[in-house]
């Protein structure tokens, strides 16, 4: 099992900048993918962006390229998502997943994910 929490989320103004962090515990030995999906209010979870276990590949979804970026922390077991230029449509509920991976591979299905996040709220004012 791999537990994994996230923190960092709030209320920030369009233009601005959050920073959320997740963190692995638990059977995390194994090398793997992180990713970060979000869910806004009547909308299906989609996907933001994602990181192989050496942090050399990396994965982003259109919406948010140029704007957000991913990074992760081995030793910490901490993934984290940069956040800047923050739009209203950025509003969401934004959830870290894991997947165990022995080689990295695009894939933005969240159902590949094993071990998800409770979720942390990301509100953008215009």
């Known amino acids: 099992q791999v537990q994994l929490v996230e923190s960092g989320g709030g209320l920030v103004q369009a233009g601005g900048s959050l920073r959320l962090s997740c963190a692995a515990s638990g059977r995390t030995g194994s090398t793997s993918i992180m990713g970060w999906f979000r869910q806004a209010p009547g909308k299906e979870r989609e996907f933001v962006s994602a990181?192989?276990?050496?942090?050399?590949?990396?994965d982003y979804a259109d919406s948010v390229k140029g704007r957000f970026t991913i990074s992760r922390d081995n030793a910490k077991n901490t993934v984290y998502l940069q956040m800047n230029s923050l739009k209203p449509e950025d509003t969401a509920v934004y959830y870290c997943?894991?997947?165990?991976?022995?080689?990295?591979?695009?894939?933005?299905?969240?159902?590949?994910?094993?071990?998800w996040g409770q979720g942390t709220q990301v509100t953008v004012s215009s």
């Open positions: 997943a894991y997947r165990f991976a022995s080689r990295w591979y695009v894939d933005r299905n969240s159902a590949t994910y094993d071990y």
């Open positions: 990181i192989s276990w050496s942090g050399r590949s990396t």
